[in-house]
């Protein structure tokens, strides 16, 4: 191997690839995040072997992937398409199963090394335990499943010796800037925020906002639902809570600061007043790929950062009276126990509500706090009082956009 040497450090040669092969199952191919790990993988043919892929209700796209990626099983959760994707892939020696039980034992494979949960909303959790059960290392881009139940999730993962690496790309940002620094204790988190697409607009102009407006994200390429909590800073509360329980920090160690352009992904600042900030473009396919091939780096041809396109950085306080939910974020991982589930849950109606034109923009926050104070409030839940809040929940939030 040639090096390059620097006092007693030292570095592989620019372009060279020593990373094992690993195999990979996609929970949620279909979805942005999937699509987005697919291409990265499609770049880097030679490191990784797709053992599985899984899609809610897209057939079709589903099929399209396995016969390109030869995947040996595919999942596909809504059991409406079974017949379908069987007749198209099962002549192709690919084993096709169906539904949520199989969803989550699929991950139990000998074969997979690599779990890249992209699944959305409450959904990641039950497969999210079974891969750590299994002892699959996890490359986590779902992050309701850290909100719902973080202590039990990252208990669980610390027993079981497996890593939960971050894909959400605040996390990753964080999680590069701590790598190599894993002894040195966080002082702070600080983690940015582009503001959505509402940054600065007042109560009453949000009234009155559609879902066309709402799906219109200035900078990231996201699904439909993490779209919408970006606009109404939902987003960044789940990730507050998400970072808290990620990088083992209490919350008030956690700031958020709206950062219009999304250059600066996330920030740490150690105890000698020492900032680590991670920056790029705002591209997806970055943390996933990091997360795909840690602790190394593969090479890659995405788009890179120039200054001279960006000549102001900016940097504002959030605005939590107007965006209601980053505040009731905070309030329920202040509270614990089964209020981050009641949270998720109402929040994941509402938005679908938003979604249908059921709900108007400022009431998803009104169905969260009605449904915070009408499910009951447990402090040491069990799996089983997670399952249990999050269909009360659904069912009370239901109710009240009918
Ligand atoms: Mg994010």
Redesign the pocket.
């Known amino acids: 191997m040639q090096t390059l040497t620097f006092a007693d450090c030292s570095f592989e040669k620019a372009g060279t690839n020593y990373m094992k092969k690993r195999n990979i199952a996609i929970l949620g191919s279909t979805g942005s995040i999937g699509t987005q790990a697919l291409e990265v993988i499609e770049r880097h043919p030679e490191n990784f072997e797709i053992e599985v892929l899984t899609a809610q209700n897209s057939a079709d796209l589903l099929i399209e992937q396995a016969l390109k990626y030869r995947p040996n099983t595919v999942v596909i959760v809504n059991e409406d398409h079974y017949q379908k994707v069987f007749d198209a892939l099962d002549p192709q020696d690919i084993k096709v199963f169906a539904g949520e039980n199989a969803l989550a034992s699929v991950v139990e494979m000998d074969s997979i090394d690599m779990v890249l949960t992209a699944l959305v909303g409450y959904s990641g959790l039950l497969p999210t335990i079974r891969a750590i059960n299994a002892g699959k290392t996890i490359a986590l881009a779902n992050?309701e499943t850290l909100v719902v139940a973080g202590e039990m999730i990252t208990k669980l993962a610390q027993e079981k010796g497996v890593n939960i690496l971050p894909v959400?790309?605040?996390?990753s940002a964080i999680f590069q800037c701590i790598v190599g620094e894993f002894h040195n204790p966080i002082e702070k988190l600080t983690l940015t925020a582009s503001g959505g697409p509402f940054r600065g607009k007042n109560r009453e102009l949000l009234a009155s906002v559609t879902k066309e407006q709402a799906l219109k994200h200035p900078n990231?390429d996201m699904g439909a639902k993490?779209t919408i909590d970006s606009a109404t800073m939902m987003?960044?509360g789940l990730?507050v809570i998400e970072a808290k329980w990620l990088f083992g920090v209490s919350l008030d160690q956690i700031e958020v600061v709206v950062h219009p352009q999304s250059i600066i992904h996330s920030i740490v600042q150690f105890e000698d007043g020492s900032m680590k900030a991670q920056m790029g473009l705002p591209d997806m396919r970055v943390p996933i790929q990091f997360a795909m091939t840690y602790p190394g780096r593969l090479k890659a041809d995405y788009p890179r950062f120039d200054f001279m396109n960006y000549p102001e950085l900016t940097f504002e306080k959030p605005d939590v009276e107007t965006f209601r939910n980053l505040g009731l974020a905070f309030e329920v991982a202040k509270e614990g126990g089964n209020q981050p589930c009641i949270l998720n849950a109402a929040n994941e109606i509402a938005v679908q509500g938003f979604l249908e034109d059921k709900v108007g923009f400022l009431e998803i926050s009104d169905v969260i706090e009605n449904c915070l104070k009408k499910v009951s409030y447990i402090r040491n839940p069990e799996l089983e009082d997670f399952i249990q809040t999050d269909k009360e929940t659904r069912a009370k939030a239901l109710e009240l956009i009918k």
């Open positions: 992050k959400d790309s605040e996390h990231w993490i987003n960044k990730e």
